[in-house]
Protein backbone atom coordinates (compact mmCIF):
# COMPACT_ATOMS: atom_id res chain seq x y z
CA UNK A 1 0.00 0.00 0.00
CA UNK A 2 1.36 3.09 -0.83
CA UNK A 3 -0.23 6.12 1.26
CA UNK A 4 0.05 10.29 -0.05
CA UNK A 5 -0.42 13.04 2.34
CA UNK A 6 0.33 16.74 1.26
CA UNK A 7 3.70 16.86 2.86
CA UNK A 8 4.71 12.88 2.53
CA UNK A 9 4.48 9.91 0.33
CA UNK A 10 4.66 6.54 2.54
CA UNK A 11 5.35 3.69 0.66
CA UNK A 12 7.44 0.06 1.00
CA UNK A 13 11.03 0.10 0.44
CA UNK A 14 13.61 0.10 -2.51
CA UNK A 15 17.16 -0.95 -2.50
CA UNK A 16 17.94 2.07 -3.85
CA UNK A 17 16.43 3.38 -0.41
CA UNK A 18 19.10 1.87 1.96
CA UNK A 19 21.97 4.37 1.59
CA UNK A 20 19.66 6.83 3.30
CA UNK A 21 18.05 4.47 5.90
CA UNK A 22 21.76 3.60 6.57
CA UNK A 23 22.24 7.25 7.27
CA UNK A 24 19.80 7.84 9.29
CA UNK A 25 21.02 4.49 11.92
CA UNK A 26 24.36 5.70 11.78
CA UNK A 27 23.75 8.97 13.05
CA UNK A 28 25.10 9.44 16.58
CA UNK A 29 21.27 10.25 17.95
CA UNK A 30 19.64 7.09 16.44
CA UNK A 31 22.64 4.90 16.93
CA UNK A 32 21.56 4.48 20.73
CA UNK A 33 18.85 1.88 20.21
CA UNK A 34 19.22 -1.73 21.14
CA UNK A 35 18.55 -2.59 17.16
CA UNK A 36 22.32 -3.33 16.78
CA UNK A 37 24.35 -4.58 19.66
CA UNK A 38 27.58 -4.13 17.74
CA UNK A 39 26.97 -1.00 15.97
CA UNK A 40 25.55 -0.41 12.88
CA UNK A 41 26.84 -2.64 10.29
CA UNK A 42 28.27 -1.25 7.07
CA UNK A 43 26.56 -0.63 4.16
CA UNK A 44 27.42 -3.34 2.31
CA UNK A 45 26.16 -5.82 4.51
CA UNK A 46 22.95 -3.84 5.84
CA UNK A 47 20.61 -5.26 3.90
CA UNK A 48 20.69 -8.26 5.78
CA UNK A 49 20.82 -6.96 8.89
CA UNK A 50 17.99 -4.62 8.02
CA UNK A 51 15.80 -7.22 7.08
CA UNK A 52 16.49 -9.40 9.84
CA UNK A 53 13.01 -10.87 11.76
CA UNK A 54 11.63 -8.17 9.47
CA UNK A 55 8.54 -8.36 7.62
CA UNK A 56 8.24 -5.28 5.99
CA UNK A 57 9.46 -1.95 6.00
CA UNK A 58 8.05 1.73 4.81
CA UNK A 59 9.83 4.70 4.00
CA UNK A 60 8.26 8.44 4.59
CA UNK A 61 9.60 10.67 1.88
CA UNK A 62 9.25 14.04 1.92
CA UNK A 63 7.27 15.22 -1.65
CA UNK A 64 8.89 18.62 -1.52
CA UNK A 65 12.75 17.11 -1.31
CA UNK A 66 12.09 13.46 -2.15
CA UNK A 67 14.37 12.12 0.73
CA UNK A 68 13.80 9.88 3.14
CA UNK A 69 12.17 11.96 6.30
CA UNK A 70 12.15 8.54 8.08
CA UNK A 71 10.81 4.68 8.29
CA UNK A 72 8.76 1.97 9.89
CA UNK A 73 9.62 -1.34 10.02
CA UNK A 74 7.14 -4.31 11.09
CA UNK A 75 8.97 -7.30 12.96
CA UNK A 76 8.82 -10.67 14.74
CA UNK A 77 4.89 -10.67 13.67
CA UNK A 78 3.29 -13.45 14.94
CA UNK A 79 0.30 -14.58 12.62
CA UNK A 80 -0.86 -17.12 14.87
CA UNK A 81 -1.05 -15.01 17.92
CA UNK A 82 -2.56 -12.07 15.80
CA UNK A 83 0.66 -9.87 16.60
CA UNK A 84 3.83 -8.02 15.70
CA UNK A 85 6.19 -5.16 16.36
CA UNK A 86 7.14 -2.04 15.18
CA UNK A 87 10.35 0.32 15.07
CA UNK A 88 10.16 3.91 13.93
CA UNK A 89 13.31 5.76 13.00
CA UNK A 90 13.49 9.46 11.94
CA UNK A 91 16.00 11.05 10.24
CA UNK A 92 18.08 13.88 12.57
CA UNK A 93 17.31 16.88 10.31
CA UNK A 94 13.67 16.57 10.85
CA UNK A 95 13.20 15.15 14.16
CA UNK A 96 9.96 16.35 15.45
CA UNK A 97 8.58 17.43 12.48
CA UNK A 98 5.94 14.97 13.24
CA UNK A 99 7.08 12.88 9.58
CA UNK A 100 6.97 10.11 11.25
CA UNK A 101 4.13 10.02 13.14
CA UNK A 102 2.09 11.00 9.89
CA UNK A 103 4.13 7.80 8.85
CA UNK A 104 2.64 5.85 11.95
CA UNK A 105 -0.62 6.71 10.88
CA UNK A 106 0.11 5.35 6.91
CA UNK A 107 1.96 2.19 8.46
CA UNK A 108 -1.02 1.50 11.01
CA UNK A 109 -3.78 2.03 7.64
CA UNK A 110 -1.45 -0.65 5.75
CA UNK A 111 -0.67 -3.10 8.40
CA UNK A 112 -4.07 -3.05 9.60
CA UNK A 113 -5.60 -3.46 6.54
CA UNK A 114 -3.72 -6.00 5.23
CA UNK A 115 -1.99 -8.02 8.18
CA UNK A 116 -4.06 -10.57 9.96
CA UNK A 117 -2.56 -8.61 13.00
CA UNK A 118 -4.79 -7.14 16.19
CA UNK A 119 -1.70 -5.44 18.20
CA UNK A 120 1.31 -3.94 17.20
CA UNK A 121 3.83 -3.12 19.85
CA UNK A 122 6.81 -0.98 20.61
CA UNK A 123 9.60 -0.70 22.68
CA UNK A 124 10.66 2.74 23.21
CA UNK A 125 13.37 3.83 25.72
CA UNK A 126 12.77 6.53 27.80
CA UNK A 127 14.16 9.27 25.96
CA UNK A 128 12.34 8.64 22.95
CA UNK A 129 8.89 8.15 24.25
CA UNK A 130 7.77 11.59 24.38
CA UNK A 131 6.69 11.11 20.77
CA UNK A 132 4.44 8.66 21.90
CA UNK A 133 2.81 10.79 24.59
CA UNK A 134 -0.21 12.86 22.56
CA UNK A 135 -1.43 9.84 21.05
CA UNK A 136 -1.36 8.19 24.77
CA UNK A 137 -3.69 10.80 25.95
CA UNK A 138 -5.65 10.95 23.01
CA UNK A 139 -6.43 6.70 23.52
CA UNK A 140 -4.70 5.78 20.06
CA UNK A 141 -1.89 4.13 21.73
CA UNK A 142 -1.56 2.31 24.93
CA UNK A 143 1.24 2.38 27.26
CA UNK A 144 1.21 -1.34 28.28
CA UNK A 145 3.73 -0.89 30.84
CA UNK A 146 7.27 0.35 31.30
CA UNK A 147 10.11 -1.86 31.92
CA UNK A 148 12.24 0.08 34.78
CA UNK A 149 16.22 0.43 34.21
CA UNK A 150 16.01 -2.47 31.30
CA UNK A 151 18.47 -1.34 28.91
CA UNK A 152 21.84 0.21 29.05
CA UNK A 153 22.80 3.02 26.77
CA UNK A 154 26.06 4.70 27.12
CA UNK A 155 26.56 2.91 30.07
CA UNK A 156 23.62 4.38 31.84
CA UNK A 157 20.16 2.21 32.68
CA UNK A 158 17.39 3.22 30.76
CA UNK A 159 13.47 2.48 31.18
CA UNK A 160 11.98 1.10 28.01
CA UNK A 161 8.24 1.16 27.71
CA UNK A 162 6.05 -1.29 25.67
CA UNK A 163 3.60 0.97 23.56
CA UNK A 164 0.46 -0.91 21.99
CA UNK A 165 -1.95 -0.10 19.38
CA UNK A 166 -4.65 -2.36 18.79
CA UNK A 167 -6.33 -3.25 15.72
CA UNK A 168 -9.79 -2.73 16.86
CA UNK A 169 -8.82 0.85 18.39
CA UNK A 170 -7.16 1.80 15.09
CA UNK A 171 -9.98 1.12 12.62
CA UNK A 172 -12.55 2.71 14.91
CA UNK A 173 -10.84 5.75 15.45
CA UNK A 174 -11.40 9.38 15.13
CA UNK A 175 -7.38 9.84 14.36
CA UNK A 176 -8.12 6.98 11.75
CA UNK A 177 -11.41 8.86 9.78
CA UNK A 178 -9.09 12.12 9.72
CA UNK A 179 -6.20 10.62 8.66
CA UNK A 180 -8.14 9.00 5.44
CA UNK A 181 -10.28 12.22 4.95
CA UNK A 182 -6.74 13.81 4.41
CA UNK A 183 -6.03 11.26 1.84
CA UNK A 184 -9.44 10.96 -0.19
CA UNK A 185 -9.17 14.81 -0.36
CA UNK A 186 -5.38 14.40 -2.22
CA UNK A 187 -7.15 12.07 -4.39
CA UNK A 188 -7.79 15.04 -6.34
CA UNK A 189 -4.00 15.43 -6.99
CA UNK A 190 -2.19 13.23 -8.93
CA UNK A 191 0.22 12.31 -6.71
CA UNK A 192 -1.95 10.53 -4.54
CA UNK A 193 -2.20 6.24 -5.55
CA UNK A 194 -3.09 3.17 -3.06
CA UNK B 1 10.92 -36.86 26.09
CA UNK B 2 9.30 -35.44 29.35
CA UNK B 3 9.85 -32.22 27.84
CA UNK B 4 8.13 -33.04 24.23
CA UNK B 5 5.52 -34.29 26.50
CA UNK B 6 5.20 -31.69 28.99
CA UNK B 7 4.88 -29.30 25.66
CA UNK B 8 2.16 -31.42 24.18
CA UNK B 9 -0.16 -30.92 27.40
CA UNK B 10 0.50 -27.25 27.71
CA UNK B 11 0.22 -26.48 24.14
CA UNK B 12 0.55 -22.29 23.99
CA UNK B 13 0.70 -22.18 27.36
CA UNK B 14 4.45 -23.02 27.06
CA UNK B 15 4.33 -20.08 23.82
CA UNK B 16 8.65 -19.57 23.71
CA UNK B 17 8.39 -23.64 23.04
CA UNK B 18 5.42 -24.27 21.10
CA UNK B 19 5.27 -21.11 19.06
CA UNK B 20 6.40 -22.48 15.90
CA UNK B 21 4.67 -25.47 15.61
CA UNK B 22 4.13 -28.64 17.94
CA UNK B 23 6.50 -31.40 15.74
CA UNK B 24 9.04 -33.24 17.99
CA UNK B 25 11.82 -31.44 15.77
CA UNK B 26 10.93 -27.71 16.76
CA UNK B 27 10.23 -28.04 20.37
CA UNK B 28 13.25 -29.98 20.86
CA UNK B 29 15.08 -27.19 18.72
CA UNK B 30 13.02 -24.30 20.95
CA UNK B 31 14.17 -26.23 24.26
CA UNK B 32 18.01 -26.26 23.27
CA UNK B 33 18.01 -22.56 22.96
CA UNK B 34 18.05 -21.84 26.40
CA UNK B 35 20.88 -20.88 28.40
CA UNK B 36 19.97 -23.16 30.64
CA UNK B 37 17.54 -25.81 32.18
CA UNK B 38 16.36 -28.28 34.96
CA UNK B 39 14.55 -31.03 34.86
CA UNK B 40 12.03 -31.00 38.37
CA UNK B 41 11.54 -34.71 39.87
CA UNK B 42 9.35 -35.88 42.25
CA UNK B 43 11.38 -38.98 43.21
CA UNK B 44 11.80 -40.68 40.06
CA UNK B 45 9.42 -38.61 38.15
CA UNK B 46 10.01 -35.35 36.02
CA UNK B 47 7.41 -33.10 36.73
CA UNK B 48 8.22 -29.98 35.64
CA UNK B 49 11.04 -28.05 33.53
CA UNK B 50 12.29 -24.53 34.90
CA UNK B 51 14.33 -22.49 32.37
CA UNK B 52 16.66 -19.55 32.05
CA UNK B 53 17.27 -17.70 28.32
CA UNK B 54 17.98 -14.46 27.10
CA UNK B 55 20.92 -13.50 29.33
CA UNK B 56 22.88 -10.68 27.49
CA UNK B 57 24.26 -7.60 28.02
CA UNK B 58 21.65 -5.42 29.61
CA UNK B 59 22.23 -8.29 32.79
CA UNK B 60 18.78 -9.71 32.66
CA UNK B 61 17.25 -13.17 32.10
CA UNK B 62 14.26 -14.77 31.73
CA UNK B 63 12.94 -17.65 34.11
CA UNK B 64 9.99 -20.24 32.96
CA UNK B 65 8.81 -23.08 34.87
CA UNK B 66 6.06 -24.98 33.58
CA UNK B 67 4.39 -28.44 34.94
CA UNK B 68 1.23 -30.03 34.22
CA UNK B 69 -1.74 -28.42 35.76
CA UNK B 70 -2.50 -30.94 38.13
CA UNK B 71 -3.03 -29.47 41.71
CA UNK B 72 -0.64 -31.29 43.52
CA UNK B 73 1.76 -31.04 40.60
CA UNK B 74 1.53 -27.38 40.94
CA UNK B 75 2.06 -27.53 44.80
CA UNK B 76 5.20 -29.37 44.55
CA UNK B 77 6.54 -27.27 41.70
CA UNK B 78 5.89 -23.90 43.43
CA UNK B 79 7.95 -25.09 46.45
CA UNK B 80 11.03 -25.82 44.51
CA UNK B 81 10.42 -22.34 42.62
CA UNK B 82 12.65 -20.30 44.98
CA UNK B 83 15.39 -22.26 45.30
CA UNK B 84 15.68 -22.57 41.47
CA UNK B 85 15.46 -18.73 41.11
CA UNK B 86 18.08 -18.59 43.72
CA UNK B 87 20.45 -20.83 41.81
CA UNK B 88 19.42 -18.95 38.41
CA UNK B 89 20.88 -15.58 39.69
CA UNK B 90 24.09 -18.07 41.54
CA UNK B 91 25.02 -19.41 38.19
CA UNK B 92 24.45 -16.22 35.74
CA UNK B 93 25.51 -12.50 36.14
CA UNK B 94 22.10 -11.47 36.03
CA UNK B 95 20.91 -8.75 38.08
CA UNK B 96 16.76 -8.93 37.55
CA UNK B 97 14.84 -12.11 35.90
CA UNK B 98 11.72 -11.51 33.79
CA UNK B 99 8.88 -13.80 33.81
CA UNK B 100 6.10 -13.99 31.72
CA UNK B 101 2.30 -15.43 32.50
CA UNK B 102 -1.19 -16.30 31.21
CA UNK B 103 -3.84 -15.37 32.85
CA UNK B 104 -5.06 -19.25 32.81
CA UNK B 105 -1.63 -20.14 33.68
CA UNK B 106 -1.00 -21.72 37.49
CA UNK B 107 0.95 -19.67 39.56
CA UNK B 108 4.02 -21.30 40.31
CA UNK B 109 6.76 -18.91 41.93
CA UNK B 110 5.83 -20.04 45.64
CA UNK B 111 6.69 -17.98 48.37
CA UNK B 112 8.87 -15.49 46.08
CA UNK B 113 5.70 -13.88 44.61
CA UNK B 114 5.73 -10.98 46.74
CA UNK B 115 8.89 -9.92 45.55
CA UNK B 116 7.90 -9.80 42.00
CA UNK B 117 6.51 -6.72 40.39
CA UNK B 118 4.30 -6.61 37.67
CA UNK B 119 5.93 -4.59 34.71
CA UNK B 120 4.26 -4.78 31.57
CA UNK B 121 0.43 -6.34 30.77
CA UNK B 122 -0.50 -7.73 26.98
CA UNK B 123 -4.62 -7.66 26.94
CA UNK B 124 -5.41 -10.57 24.77
CA UNK B 125 -2.37 -11.91 23.59
CA UNK B 126 -3.37 -15.43 22.60
CA UNK B 127 -5.99 -17.55 22.01
CA UNK B 128 -5.73 -20.41 24.62
CA UNK B 129 -8.58 -23.03 25.22
CA UNK B 130 -10.69 -21.01 22.87
CA UNK B 131 -10.89 -17.43 24.49
CA UNK B 132 -7.84 -14.72 24.09
CA UNK B 133 -5.61 -14.80 27.62
CA UNK B 134 -3.43 -11.51 28.85
CA UNK B 135 -0.14 -11.86 29.70
CA UNK B 136 1.46 -10.07 32.19
CA UNK B 137 5.21 -9.71 32.50
CA UNK B 138 7.07 -9.19 35.42
CA UNK B 139 10.44 -8.77 37.19
CA UNK B 140 12.50 -9.87 40.25
CA UNK B 141 15.71 -8.51 40.74
CA UNK B 142 18.37 -10.11 42.89
CA UNK B 143 18.78 -7.30 45.46
CA UNK B 144 15.32 -7.88 46.01
CA UNK B 145 15.51 -11.49 46.46
CA UNK B 146 18.83 -11.43 48.24
CA UNK B 147 16.98 -8.89 51.01
CA UNK B 148 14.41 -11.27 51.34
CA UNK B 149 16.40 -13.62 53.15
CA UNK B 150 17.79 -11.00 56.17
CA UNK B 151 16.17 -11.67 58.91
CA UNK B 152 13.00 -8.92 58.49
CA UNK B 153 12.76 -10.02 55.21
CA UNK B 154 9.63 -12.34 54.14
CA UNK B 155 11.69 -15.50 53.75
CA UNK B 156 13.58 -15.16 57.14
CA UNK B 157 14.04 -17.53 60.02
Not at chain 1, 127 to 151: K, P, T, W, Y
Not at chain 2, 33 to 38: D, L, S, T
Not at chain 2, 101 to 109: A, I, K, T
Request: glycine share 10%; hydrophobic share 40%; net charge negative.
Amino acid sequence: MIITTSRSVIRPVVPADYPQLHEIESDPTTRATWRYKDGVPPLEAYEEALWRQTQAIWVVIGRDTGRVNGYLQLHDVDLRAGHGWFSLYASPTTRGSGFVMEGLMAFCESVFSEWPIRWIYAHSLEQNVGAFESGIRRGDAVRLGVMHNRMIIDGVLSDVHVIGISRDNWMNSRLRERFNKLRVSEDSAPTVSR
Amino acid sequence: MFAYHLAAVLGPRWWSVTKNGMSPESTVAAISRFAAGVTILSGDMPIGIATLGETGAAGTGVFDVKCALEPDVVDLVSQVVPELLWSAFAMSDVRALYHSRFEGDPELRGTTLPLWVDEIHFPEYLLIGGRYEGMTQSVLHRDVLERSLMPDGIGGT
